[in-house]
């Protein structure tokens, strides 16, 4: 160790060094303060807290309540804060990744800005992280107003795109509070459903086969139509154009069996397959065809919160049916009790879906008569 009599001018009295020497603490603290070399590299826990406020983190701790996390990983994001290199780190601390979809310069709110997530959020606990690391990751005057997954609907802009594709107010998505970021998620879940003679039976529409390619005349009010208008299987397309006509419903219901909830089909259309057909499923285009089909495709879409804090275990369809209340004729969701069935449930379905406040649920039936 360097005396402290060396630190002095050597013009110094003897009074002074004495004096120097007396009070001068470096020999009582040498140990210590050569121990402090490389601490922050490998710090006590009860370090944490105090390098957390040297470095700035502390906004950072509601998202990373790992310190020794915080400290590594936080630092590093100090450095890109305010670039998307940002965001990409923040979201990572999360289990996410989105690719960030600004607002056009031509919008008066162009400082605005989406997060395309890579997948449906896994628990609804992981949108106020994400909104709070997206808002602290970019500049000032950025403001991060939607993510969507699965799901995504723009407002209509009019000369820009289709009026069958955009929605005539906003975005689509739903809010968690007032203050907070839009989301908007959506999952399809699709079957593909050979009607059974259990289901043909229970819609009244089950033809006996022959055997000889002939199709047995039932009393049944059938269509007015050629025989030509057939194509091969004659026999399936009859059951389904004898299907009653109605209005078919997506009915859930919980593991105890228990009815959670109707939704209201989109569509319900016999289809064949056509490669420029509007409507998709398991890789092949649709059209519909009013004769000469033996497919039906039926698609409900739940909307943001309906059956929220319940969870179905299956999924029917009910092909014919009405509102109960003559007074909510175009209602799209009903709760137990609610529909006046026509006709028996059928494709019973077992699936799995935890309904949330943020995601619409589509399911798509192809039923083959």
Not at 205 to 229: C, F, K, N, Q, R
Not at 281 to 308: I, K
Not at 344 to 366: Q, S
Request: aromatic content about 12%; some cysteine; overall charge negative.
């Amino acid at each position: 160790m360097t005396a402290a009599e060396h630190l002095l001018p050597t013009s110094s009295t003897a009074f002074e060094r004495a004096l120097s020497e007396a009070i001068d603490v470096t020999p009582r603290l040498d140990g210590a303060i050569t121990s402090l070399s490389g601490i922050k590299f490998t710090p006590p826990p009860s370090f944490l807290p105090f390098l957390v406020y040297e470095y700035g983190l502390g906004e950072l701790t509601p998202y990373v309540p790992n310190l020794y996390d915080l400290l590594r990983e936080g630092v590093a994001w100090t450095r890109v804060r305010g670039t998307p290199a940002a965001v990409d780190r923040a979201l990572g601390w999360l289990g996410y990744t989105a690719g960030i979809e600004e607002a056009a310069v031509r919008r008066s709110r162009w400082n605005l800005f989406q997060l395309a997530l890579d997948r449906v959020r896994d628990d609804e606990d992981d949108l106020d992280p994400i909104d709070g690391v997206a808002n602290l990751s970019t500049p000032l005057r950025s403001v991060f107003w939607r993510g969507f997954a699965g799901y995504d609907i723009r407002p209509l802009e009019y000369s820009r795109n289709r009026w069958s594709e955009a929605r005539w107010s906003s975005s689509s998505g739903a809010r968690l509070r007032a203050d907070g970021a839009k989301w908007s998620f959506g999952r399809t879940y699709s079957f593909d459903h050979a009607m059974t003679e259990a289901d043909l039976t229970a819609l009244g529409v089950w033809i006996e086969p022959t055997g000889d390619g002939e199709v047995p005349w039932l009393d049944i009010e059938w269509p007015d139509l050629a025989w030509d208008a057939f194509g091969g299987d004659a026999r399936s397309e009859l059951m389904l154009l004898a299907v009653p006509a109605g209005t078919a419903w997506a009915c859930f219901r919980d593991s105890g069996g228990t009815v959670i909830g109707y939704r209201r089909a989109k569509v319900q259309q016999r289809v064949v397959v056509d490669p420029t057909g509007p409507y998709q499923f398991g890789g092949l285009r649709f059209a519909a065809a009013p004769t000469g089909a033996d497919m039906m495709l039926v698609e409900a879409l739940t909307d943001f919160g309906e059956g929220y804090g319940s969870t179905a275990a299956a999924v029917s369809l009910i092909l014919a049916a009405e509102p109960a209340d003559p007074a909510r004729p175009g209602a799209l969701w009903l709760g137990p009790g609610e529909l006046d069935a026509g006709l028996p449930e059928i494709a019973l379905t077992p699936l799995d879906i935890e309904f949330g406040r943020t995601v619409r649920e589509r399911v798509r039936f192809l039923l083959r008569f």
